[in-house]
């Protein structure tokens, strides 16, 4: 599960909602399905 590093080392770390429990938990911040474009709905309305 490489992306529990990268999320572990992001200086802020998004995950999707259908991602697994553990990076999610790891996550700083979790957004929409990727399906629903997600990390720009984090982009645009959580991180500015």
Request: negative net charge.
């Amino acid at each position: 599960m490489n992306d529990l590093t990268m999320i572990q080392q992001a200086g802020i770390g998004i995950a999707m909602d259908n991602a697994v429990s553990e990076l999610k938990q790891a996550a700083d911040l979790v957004t929409c399905f990727c399906d629903e474009e997600g990390i720009a709905y984090a982009l645009v309305h959580d991180l500015m």
